[in-house]
């Protein structure tokens, strides 16, 4: 059986990432890049699928933190006849790819074992493995991984083991480096200086910022979680560092999200931004214009690491998923899929850029134009909306509310920078959206917006309505929207993007079922909060906050029945919305509400 989603912990170096188990196995991790093949895919299939496992021999009890303001995990495991802390770090090198794991003795006298299989390729090829003075080398194809090991190592049954003993004050090292197979041995590095030299680099990042109200901790964990899962030669953040875990225990619903989605990027900027990591806001919006330039019916809901479209998904049949959770996806099917609330994204972005300060660039502005000029023509049609349904395309309400976004932030911008614009054919635009939204989109025997026009159907996504400033929160039809979404979409207290029963109207084209998804889950405390029900709000965010695994990670989904995380993890989108909440709730209620009717999103307005 896998371990848990929740046991597992993150360690990153804006390159790529590994998942560590509370076990000391990393049994996710891809080099060099978040999205390249995997050379330890145990967590889709078994330990002969790749990994690297440090820990006692003995049956031991294990417990883990990360040192304060870093990403270096410590896991303390306790024997009868000890204890050792496990210490695992990626050093933050723009030129070099290393894990770094020290074990550490802390009492007694405690019997170890490494094992180390590497399988390239999502757990595919067996590498050769060869002896080079004091590097054990692993070549296939392009890949190479070196491991240097303070204690000596032996092939066992197509792996690489040691067996050792740590006693009070040692401090054991190893290291694996990534390489293409083309290129010559890298050079030792001190093991404990990388490690000292990491810890202050992310303690220095952590320092800079610059929320200042409750929760803090957990805000930081996250800004860090979304700093590792940052591809730092572009910028991008990618939406989570792995691919095919499961939204439904045993179900198909299992999706690679190693790629960066327009849709995030709100979000993203709006949590970097009210931190003060504004160099990293302006890399990820210079990546956004980089990845969206070109002809505007070619814009994609999803992009790869440096703005790459062509991420064609196909299935790993020979990986078994987790948990027997087939099939294993690699790319994304989703860039082929029309989603017209992406345009939406990408004007708030741009205006949400602006206004903390970014002077308007001619190139960007012209970007813009054109995407409007095309939504134009377009933004009546049928799409496949937020939650990327493999399903028909409908008229989706978000989607178009999404629409009235783009020209409204448009029309924003040009009235405040004096930007050339065709500002009277874009205010018609922007009337005619909200109308047909406010006719088509609205149910007025339920009181509540629906998921598409003519349908009976909710969605969590019409929680963001007040957010981005469609309708005020005091308008009786938002308050109606999110009633109706508590009475119906509502789970033990957490919140359904949909009901995936719907599946059997063929709302989304798959098996119904999965878990409760957790950025709805902070939208709806957001909610409750910009409708004047603030003690709600809190109450439900602080609940949210107690889901975070040991370590302070959440996934996208969470299943209230058996308290395990579901989907891939940790989940950028879900750390977003839950600095964003904690912004929004440590606000004052008028503040917010103005922020709302003046058509910002409430934490941005706030700089």
């Known amino acids: 059986m896998p371990l848990a989603i929740g046991d597992y912990a993150l360690i990153g170096d804006c390159h790529t990432a590994a998942l560590v188990g509370c076990d000391g196995s990393i049994d996710w991790l891809c080099f060099p890049r978040f999205d390249s093949g995997a050379c330890f895919a145990a967590l889709l299939g078994d330990p002969n699928h790749g990994r690297w496992l440090i820990g006692p021999v003995q049956d031991a009890r294990s417990s883990r933190r990360y040192r304060e303001g870093t990403l270096i995990l410590e896991t303390d495991f306790e ?6 802390r496990l210490i695992d770090c990626m050093p933050l090198s723009p030129d070099r790819w290393d ?22 390729d999502y757990g595919s090829i067996v590498p050769w493995v060869r002896r080079v003075d004091d590097v054990l080398e692993a070549i296939a194809g392009p890949d190479r991984l070196e491991l240097r090991a303070d204690v000596p190592v032996h092939g066992e049954n197509m792996k690489t083991v040691s067996e050792f003993t740590v006693e009070e004050g040692d401090r054991i090292g190893f290291s694996l480096n990534y390489r293409a197979s083309n290129e010559p041995t890298v050079p030792p590095f001190d093991k404990e200086e990388a490690l000292a030299q990491t810890e202050t680099e992310w303690r220095e990042w952590s320092a ?18 979304l700093k590792a899962l940052t591809y730092g030669p572009s910028g991008g953040i990618v939406a989570a560092p792995t691919t095919s875990l499961p939204e439904l225990p045993g179900g198909v619903r299992n999706w690679d999200y190693r790629y960066c989605w327009l849709r995030d990027a709100t979000f993203t900027l709006n949590a970097l931004l009210l931190a003060g990591y504004h160099d990293e806001a302006k890399a990820w919006g210079e990546w956004l214009l980089r990845a969206i330039a070109g002809r505007p019916q070619d814009l994609q809901t999803l992009y790869g690491v440096m703005g790459e479209r062509r991420l064609d998904e196909y299935e790993v049949n020979w990986l078994p998923g987790y948990g027997n959770a087939a099939p294993v996806r690699v790319g994304n099917a989703a860039t082929k899929q029309f989603q017209l609330d992406i345009y939406g994204e990408v004007m708030d972005t741009a205006h949400l850029s602006r206004a903390a300060g970014r002077k308007p660039q001619e190139v960007g502005w012209n970007i813009q134009i054109a995407l409007l000029q095309f939504l134009e023509e377009h933004w009546q049609d049928p799409d496949e909306g937020i939650w990327e349904i493999r399903g028909p395309r409908r008229q989706f309400t978000h989607s178009k509310i999404m629409c009235w976004v783009a020209f409204d ?4 911008d040009a009235e405040t920078y004096g930007l050339k614009a065709p500002l009277n054919r874009w205010r018609e635009i922007r009337d005619a959206i909200h109308d047909q939204v406010c006719s088509q989109g609205y149910d007025a025997a339920q009181g509540s917006f629906v998921q598409s026009y003519g349908s009976p159907h909710l969605d969590a996504s019409l929680l963001l309505i007040p957010q981005v400033g469609f309708l005020p929160p005091t308008d009786a039809r938002v308050r109606g929207t999110v009633e109706a979404i508590e009475r119906s979409l ?3 207290g957490l919140v359904l993007r949909y009901s995936s029963h719907a599946s059997e109207a063929g709302v989304d084209g798959l098996p119904p079922g999965e878990g409760t998804f957790l950025p709805c889950s902070f939208w709806l405390a957001d909610a409750l909060a910009l409708i004047g029900r603030r003690e709600e709000a809190q109450a439900l965010f602080e609940r949210l906050l107690t889901l975070t695994n040991d370590v302070g990670l959440l996934a996208e989904e969470y ?25 929004l709730l440590s606000i004052s209620e008028a503040h917010a509400k103005s922020a709302t009717e003046e058509g910002e999103r409430p934490a941005a307005a706030l700089k």
């Not at 024997?79 to 050792?84: F, M, Q, R, S």
């Not at 932030?409 to 924003?412: D, L, V, W």
């Open 79 to 84: 024997t009868d006849e000890g204890a050792v």
């Open 490 to 492: 509502v789970v033990d």
């Open 99 to 120: 894990v770094v794991r020290i074990v550490q003795g802390l009492r007694g006298r405690v019997a170890m074992r490494m094992e180390l299989a590497i399988r390239f």
């Open 208 to 225: 800079r910022c610059r929320y200042a109200g409750p929760w803090k901790e957990h805000v930081v964990r996250s800004l860090i979680t």
């Open 409 to 412: 932030r448009a029309i924003k």
């Open 559 to 583: 299943d209230p029945r058996t308290g395990q995380m579901l989907g891939n993890f940790p989940q950028a989108l879900t750390h977003m919305a839950l600095i964003n909440t904690a912004r």
